[in-house]
């Protein structure tokens, strides 16, 4: 039996990348909102043109200075920075403790946010 018979016929990729057209210009390591997800850049892209983002791993990116929260919490992108307000896009998981006063944190990209609520 030949492996291509076995082999299903759907599989696109792997899902780490994904591709965008840029709103503006991007340089590479920028988060960039697609949508309902946080990718980051893995080149320069100049406004309007198609680029490429990362949608899994872990990521040192920008965060507010004076915010802080605690490792393995779900973490938003609002105004190009991480922290906790949630009326950003979800980015994924601290990967460390944001501290205040650094202006980076490590962050987990492509993790679910599941919150799981005891019944009444």
Known sequence: MKWENLMAKNYVQDGETIE????AD??????VV???LVVVSI?????????VGHA???????KASATTF?????????????????SGTYAGKAWS????GEAVASVKLGVGNVTVTAAP
């Open 97 to 100: 403790e944001g501290v205040n």
């Open 34 to 36: 697609v949508g309902d």
């Open 56 to 62: 899994t791993g872990v990521w040192s990116l920008p």
């Open 70 to 86: 605690g490792q393995g919490v779900a973490v938003y992108l609002k105004d190009g920075e991480i922290g906790t307000d949630d």
């Open 26 to 31: 991007v340089k590479s390591g920028d988060a």
């Open 43 to 51: 080149n320069d892209v100049a406004s309007g043109e198609i680029g």
């Open 20 to 23: 965008f057209t840029a709103a």
